[in-house]
């Protein structure tokens, strides 16, 4: 296949019908990634599990009328994690502690910074190459992979993390810049592999709205609360624009903004309000998948501060539970988003994957595919065919 088969279908991501990435692991593939970390059987019979499930995937999204195909995140144990491993200068570490979570702290995973950065031969873009033979012309590919602004915030997610990534990079300066040109490097060989769609999920924004990890982070630190968020979002948009400059024409860099989705729990709460002027006035993507299902994510009148034509995706469905929503009040949150954005720059998805980690949400295979044609129904009847 020519890597850019897809060309017909570039520029148009997002689609009115859309989903963020994961999808809930296989039986068959959960227990093949169990025999193979206890030593049962290898790398190569682990793959060929991996190949035969996503060929499945690809195969059920296609017919569901997905638009934006992915992999379903299904050769990572996190959605993050394993894109961080794979930089070169970058281990798989433990943590004290998991992360916290609602009534849930996750395993120990880490990263840890323990040689210089850098992107070159990043093991996603063979994965991208396999989904992109796999899906052809029938529909556009996207590759999903943790911001930048991530990867930063978990070399400093405690203590001992920040005193190892100051022993490499005792200058903040360098290790941003290494991390952007890794970053880059990484986008570069997915673009010459046929990659036009790029999604940079991305909790930072959906961390630091929340007031009381701030001020958990502000007594440890003897710092002024604002002051911290504030430096937290100068630190996030360098990162984040700086990956996004000289890229291609024909490459469509997307982000979904998250607040934790782990076994269906949550991590943070907040509004977009404290951030809105600097992740909506000046990221430059060309869509917001924004989590839009609860409270927890506020109103819709940041929204307005969304401009130069930008797109917004609409979280207004739960991954978290199988519980289908109801359509008129779906439709009718639609309807007052678009007092704030233009409707024909509307787009609708559930407000997560269905799996950010191997562990997935608590809901079936079978109620994941009733929310992806929920959301098909809602959208033919708003925007029709458009």
Not at 124 to 144: I, M, N, P, W
Not at 195 to 215: E, S
Request: with cysteine; proline share 3%.
């Amino acid at each position: 296949m020519c890597k850019n088969c897809q060309n017909k279908l570039v520029g148009k991501a997002p689609y009115r019908v859309d989903h963020v990435g994961s999808f809930l692991r296989p039986k068959e593939l959960v227990e093949a990634r169990a025999k193979f970390i206890a030593g049962e059987i290898t790398q190569e019979e682990l793959t060929k599990v991996e190949d035969k499930v996503i060929t499945e995937l690809v195969e059920k999204q296609i017919a569901n009328g997905l638009k934006g195909v992915t992999d379903g995140e299904f050769r990572r144990a996190y959605w993050h994690l394993d894109f961080f491993w794979g930089l070169n200068g970058v281990e798989h570490t433990q943590a004290k502690v998991g992360y916290q979570f609602h009534d849930e702290t996750t395993k120990p995973d880490s990263a840890d910074v323990v040689g210089k950065i850098s992107g070159e031969n990043h093991p996603f873009v063979e994965h991208y190459k396999f989904l992109r033979d796999l899906v052809g012309d029938r529909a556009e590919v996207k590759q999903t992979i943790p911001a930048p602004a991530q990867f930063y915030f978990e070399l400093i997610r405690d203590e001992e993390h920040i005193a190892q990534t100051n022993s490499i990079y005792p200058n903040k300066e360098e290790l941003f810049a290494d991390i952007i040109a890794a970053y880059k490097q990484v986008i570069k060989e997915h673009y010459d592999a046929g990659c036009r769609v790029i999604q940079l999920d991305d909790c930072t924004w959906g961390a630091i709205v929340d007031d009381r990890l701030i001020k958990l982070i502000a007594e440890g630190s003897g710092f002024d609360p604002e002051g911290i968020r504030e430096t937290f979002k100068k630190e996030f948009i360098t990162l984040n624009n700086g990956i996004l400059t000289d890229l291609p024409e024909d490459l469509v860099v997307n982000t979904h903004i998250c607040r934790g989705n782990y076994h269906s729990t949550w991590a943070s709460s907040g509004g977009y309000d404290s951030v809105a002027d600097t992740l909506f006035g000046e990221e430059n993507v060309n869509a917001y998948y924004l989590e839009y299902d609860t409270d927890r994510a506020g109103d819709f009148k940041p929204l307005a501060k969304v401009g130069n034509d930008k797109k917004v995706v609409l979280g207004l469905l739960t991954s978290k539970s199988g519980k289908l929503e109801n359509k008129d009040e779906v439709i009718a949150r639609i309807r007052e988003a678009s007092e704030y954005v233009p409707l024909e720059n509307i787009y609708l998805s559930t407000q997560c994957g269905f799996a950010s980690t191997e562990e997935g949400n608590i809901l079936t295979e079978e109620d994941q595919w009733k929310k992806i044609a929920l959301i098909s129904e809602i959208t033919q009847e708003v925007w029709g065919n458009k």
